[in-house]
């Protein structure tokens, strides 16, 4: 523990990356002064170490050398997180709705609309407990959904998600929103039946940066933004890479619709690609393979499955469509010879993949398709040779899985599993789940609903066939929820249903928890107060880094601001209520936990306790036998008989044999992926006739200057020209990439509010007129923060999810659809909507921080 | 005495460099170098960014912009009371104290640097950190930034660089001590195809000639028929396309005052 320096500084440690589920990253330096955070800088890992006595790992390649650094990649919104500690949106004391009356009239409509009052903690957590009493009595446990997952801060003991899930477990489960695999949608639940690779459908990623440093020429980032999406987990760690492979001479096309912030900076080439498009640029691809006779065909025939069904589809056999460079650019809008140039150039290069996730690649209708294609073009130039495969920039380690890590090898893998109360990614053991995609269709159908797979990221592909339902027998429909994860309407699919569905008057009473006043606290009855990090006690792990893994021991920086507590207190005030504090906590205090955490880190025989509270940190070298690790799918390129891949046939599948078992008849994922422009699902693509109506096809990538809704109230970041546009009433938009041939034929110029609309709603954006995203295609990032015009319909903030498809991936994966879909694009005259709605535009606003809490809760201003 | 010395190919426009400044100075008093910084609005450490090029030629150009702690600064000359002064190190500072009402100082600076506080009534602007400076470490901006683009220290240890870089408006004559290394000035792009075969066409010879300076660079098409020829200055250039079998092309007045994407340029056979 840190003592106060001779400048009244006293120096703490923790993580501020914003992965949730105790997965920390962008482990920190935080100075405190007088009670109040002064400084956060990168930790420097020899502050409490000499560090030349610990094992370096060391990468040299032709010639040069890549070494872990001296301090944590910090990435920008680690500099930013004292405004979000100290943000006036900040929820200081627990509130309820105006017109929410437990004993009399919920008015369940007036949530979105209805402001709120203070009230006191022991009133607050009396009403909880008597409203899950009540519920529980009346319809059984079941009837409460617990929303809690990730899209938060990290932390451990203090959940900070879920933490109410254990409570509820104590009263005989719940109804639990399984978060299901976001971002990774199409390697999810198309690339895992094709080459197996659970957790989540992405390529094994052992050793794989030594392996391209070595080996590889060229590196393709297919709709990959490594500037972008690690920010938030990650830091600029995957920035570090993409200097190194360029360094070393490896060639970066970008394919994307946009000149995404990597792309800017890095690409020697970008193939702008139509959004949702690259199936049939992928076809295209093996077209001029299979015609040129480019490809590895000893390969093909050793390591891959059913590839005659593939080359039928793709040479027009089978629909009489041949796969053509020519046919492709009409729908995917790259000119044929580009695509036969890249192609060509593939076929000769040692290549490798990038990718982050996000955005219209492999978040869009049907995401199957262009994941499964990857992986079958990947095969086609011999998947598994050295320098080829595909590199995830981030999210190294995920799941505890040292394959998931494509540096060098650590030798251990930290966790805080011992301290951690949040939510874990399992089955529930009691109740039922929904997953999180299917949450308002469950809520506002009269009907049981059933879909495939438990959804959970991490579980194995053959639970995608198993079906399941809602409600499930002896299980009740949802009639309250409690939330502490209340993004949904700005980040998850068809935002707007959510909103009818927390109006449903199914709903007799919703319950948030959070430290800030935004998104789905709007629709709650009661809210609590939630704390920050910085004002906790804590233990973290630091594993996103690139360097080293560290464990962390974050010391309470400051006093809780008002009276918000931590999660997993605010529950515990529940519990209490209902009598059981006792077995909620185990008897345990934080302090307690902290220690059961270290206990089970994984370093506890490396560094006593003492020594690590009072050092602050522990790192952790590399495995001295981390170059010796096959890399990716080394070992199944050598021997693919004694190294098979987790597939019915233990080989990459062109014709997919579980799914063709399973889902013989589903046109909208066949077992032999398919350029699918529409379907039963989605109506989404230019080649519809909808697209007359809407025809422009919306970008919306994990944003840049936020983490999904998180941070889009600090000022310094509001500051940047790409993260908002002021409009002419002062208000800062949410920014609209548009073309200028676009803006042209629309009269628009940068600064000019625009509509975003479809038959789902509308949302308001501030023109950027740029050369950075293609003709026919607008580009606005998600989770800015609900400034609800007409709630269910329209929004002032620019949060695009309300208008996203509803549906999901494809009739039979329950995968969010939030990227690549249609929207019509216009001016708007902000006087006019001014007058038409007057109390919206006159909310109190400070563009600092966007709109005030005054606007919410009676007396708030004072 | 402490330069900066910044390279721009290294910056990725993260503005981490910005923001830990902001981290450092907003709401913090450090006198006597200076006093708190507003909540926004003030940029002691700015990323301008600029797009060049047109679709799908287009590339973003971040520059990191400080106080450009001049040796001959007109702020120092433009102050009353000795209220800017040069610390021995090199890094000139506004007294907060003395330079309160000083609202002079900001158009004293031709580039932009100086920001007016209006709530404590003084200009501000970058202090090179120096109260951390005073105390063995670097400016926040330095710390924060992962691929050291921006590197500060004494003017020696850094002559290596300092030879190969340049200053921005050097025409001011105000020897600024903070140097720039890769600024990439305009590019001029294009690609070129056959659109009998629908091909691109690799190995073109392509030659662009400024016009004022006689000055000339060769290049060839690589194998998605793209041509770059970047760091130019601004002017009048022209363009000759040659290649076998195909008629040559000459696109006789490109006006250089921002980069240009000169197109998909089909060639006839011959």
């Known amino acids: 523990m840190s003592e106060k320096n001779s400048k009244g500084i006293k120096t703490y440690y923790k993580s501020t990356g914003f992965c949730s589920f105790g997965i920390g990253s962008e482990a920190a330096q935080i100075d405190v002064k007088d009670g109040k955070i002064l400084r956060i800088r990168p930790l420097r890992y020899d502050s409490k170490y000499d560090t030349s006595k610990i094992r370096k790992w060391k990468i040299t390649a032709r010639g040069k050398t890549f070494e872990p650094y001296n301090k944590t990649p910090l990435g920008p919104f680690s500099y930013v997180y004292e405004n979000r500690v100290y943000s006036p949106n900040r929820i200081l004391y627990p509130l309820k709705r105006v017109d929410w009356d437990p004993e009399g009239e919920r008015n369940p409509q007036n949530r979105g609309k209805s402001k709120f009052v203070r009230i006191s903690w022991d009133e607050a957590a009396e009403l909880i407990a008597k409203e899950i009493k009540r519920v529980c009595e009346k319809y059984g446990p079941t009837a409460v959904l617990v929303q809690g997952d990730g899209h938060g801060e990290t932390k451990a003991v203090h959940g900070p998600h879920g933490c109410q899930l254990a409570l509820m477990d104590l009263l005989g489960g719940c109804t639990v929103q399984a978060r299901q695999p976001d971002s990774w949608e199409g390697w999810y639940w198309g690339a895992k039946h094709v080459w197996g690779q659970d957790p989540v459908g992405q390529g094994r990623q052992a050793n794989l940066v030594k392996d391209i440093s070595e080996n590889t020429t060229m590196m393709l980032f297919w709709g990959c933004d490594p500037e972008t999406t690690p920010l938030g987990w990650g830091g600029m760690s995957a920035s570090r890479l993409c200097f190194w492979f360029r360094e070393l001479g490896i060639k970066i096309v970008s394919i994307c619709p946009d000149l995404n912030y990597a792309a800017a900076v890095h690409a020697d080439k970008w193939i702008p690609v139509l959004p949702n498009t690259d199936a049939a640029l992928q076809l295209a691809i093996a077209y001029t393979w299979i015609t040129e006779d480019l490809y590895d065909k000893e390969y093909v025939a050793t390591h891959t499955y059913g590839f005659e069904e593939f080359k039928k589809y793709v040479l027009g056999e089978e629909d009489g469509i041949a796969k053509t460079p020519k046919w492709a650019e009409k729908i995917c809008g790259v000119p044929a010879r580009i695509i036969k140039a890249l192609a060509r150039k593939w076929a000769k290069e040692t290549v490798a993949i990038g990718h982050c996730n996000g955005g219209s690649y492999i978040r869009s209708c049907y995401a199957t398709e262009p994941g499964r294609l990857e992986v079958l073009l990947l095969a086609m130039q011999g998947l598994g040779k050295p320098g080829t495969g595909q590199l995830k920039f981030f999210e190294w380690q995920l799941f505890g899985l040292h394959e998931q890590n494509p540096l060098p090898r650590s030798e251990v893998l930290p966790s805080v599993e011992g301290a951690y109360r949040g939510a874990i990614l399992q089955p529930p053991e009691k109740g039922q789940f929904i997953p999180k995609t299917l949450i308002p269709k469950a809520i506002l159908s009269d009907e049981p609903i059933s879909w495939y797979g438990v959804t959970l990221a991490g579980l194995p592909k053959e639970d995608q066939f198993n079906e399941y339902r809602y409600p499930e027998v002896g299980c009740s429909e949802i009639h309250m929820i409690w939330s502490d994860t209340p993004c949904w309407s700005v980040c998850w699919n068809g935002g707007n249903k959510w909103i009818e569905a927390l109006r449903s008057p199914k709903i007799e009473c919703v319950v948030m928890q959070h430290p800030w006043l935004e998104n789905d606290c709007l629709f709650a009855d009661i809210i609590l107060p939630i704390n920050t990090k910085f004002e906790e006690e804590d233990i973290s792990v630091d594993i996103f880094n690139g360097n080293y893994n560290l464990v962390l021991y974050e010391g309470q920086c400051i006093e809780p601001l008002g009276e918000s507590k931590s999660d997993y207190e605010a529950v515990a005030e529940v519990a209490k209520k209902l009598g059981l504090y006792e077995q909620y906590t185990q008897s345990k205090t934080v302090k307690e936990w902290i220690k059961n955490g270290f206990e089970k880190s994984g370093i506890s025989d490396r560094i006593s306790y003492e020594e690590w509270l009072e050092k602050g940190y522990y790192i952790v070298p590399p495995a001295e036998d981390w170059e010796n690790d096959e890399p990716g799918f080394s070992p199944f390129y050598k021997d693919p008989e004694n190294n098979p891949l987790d597939t019915p046939t233990g080989k990459i599948e062109f014709y997919a044999t579980g799914l063709a078992k399973h889902f013989p008849d589903d046109e909208e994922r066949p077992p032999v992926p398919h350029w699918i422009p529409y379907g039963e699902s989605h109506q989404e693509s230019l080649q519809h006739p909808r697209s007359e109506k809407y025809p422009f096809l919306i970008v919306s990538n994990h944003p840049r200057w936020r983490v999904h809704a998180q941070l889009d109230d600090v000022p310094w970041l509001r500051e940047i020209p790409t993260c908002k546009v002021k409009g002419p009433d002062g208000y800062l938009y949410e920014p609209v990439w548009i073309n200028s041939v676009d803006a042209k034929n629309l009269g628009v110029k940068t600064g000019d509010v625009v509509k975003i609309f479809n038959d789902r709603g509308w949302v308001l954006g501030g023109a950027y007129v740029t050369e950075r995203i293609m003709p026919g295609v607008v580009y606005q990032d998600h989770g800015a923060r609900l400034d609800l015009i007409e709630p269910g319909e329209s929004d002032r903030s620019g949060s695009n999810n309300l208008i996203c498809p509803t549906n999901t991936t494809s009739k039979n994966c329950a995968g969010e659809v939030t990227s690549g879909y249609l929207v019509g694009v216009e001016k708007v005259d902000v006087e006019e909507l001014k007058k038409e709605y007057p109390e919206v535009f006159n909310r109190p606003y400070d563009a600092r921080y966007g709109v005030d809490q005054a606007a919410w809760i009676i007396g708030g201003d004072e | ?270």
């Not at chain 2, 909540?39 to 106080?67: D, Q």
């Not at chain 2, 250039?237 to 290649?243: E, F, G, M």
């Open chain 2, 1 to 270: 005495m402490k330069v900066f010395v910044i390279d721009v190919a290294k910056c990725t426009g993260c503005y981490s460099c910005q923001l830990a400044c902001k981290n450092e100075h907003v709401g913090k008093d450090w006198t006597p170098y200076a006093k708190p910084q507003p909540k926004t609005g003030h940029f002691w450490m700015k990323i301008n960014e600029t797009e060049h090029g047109s679709i799908p030629k287009v590339k973003v150009e971040y520059r990191p912009m400080l106080c450009m702690h001049c040796d001959d600064a007109n702020c120092i000359k433009a102050a009353k009371d000795g209220a800017v002064y040069r610390r021995d190190d090199g890094l000139v500072i506004i007294d907060p104290e003395k330079a309160k009402g000083q609202k002079q100082l900001v158009e004293a600076c031709p580039y932009g640097a100086i920001y007016w506080n209006e709530e404590l009534n003084i200009p501000q602007k970058c202090t090179g950190c120096a109260h951390l400076v005073d105390e063995g470490e670097v400016p926040r901006c330095v710390d924060a930034c992962v691929h050291e683009a921006i590197k500060f220290g004494e003017e020696e240890e850094l002559a290596d660089l300092i030879a190969e870089a340049e200053v921005v408006q050097p025409e001011l004559g105000l020897r600024p001590r903070v140097y720039y290394l890769n600024l990439p000035g305009f590019f001029v792009a294009g690609d070129v195809y056959d659109p009998i075969s629908d091909e691109i066409i690799e190995g073109a010879e392509i030659t662009l000639k400024n016009k004022q300076t006689g000055e000339s660079w060769t290049t060839k098409s690589d194998d998605f028929g793209d041509f770059w020829f970047k760091r130019l200055k601004s002017g009048q250039y022209s363009l000759d396309i040659k290649v076998k079998g195909y008629k040559p092309v000459q696109l006789s007045d490109i006006a250089v005052d921002k980069s240009v994407n000169v197109g998909s340029l089909s060639l006839e056979r011959e």
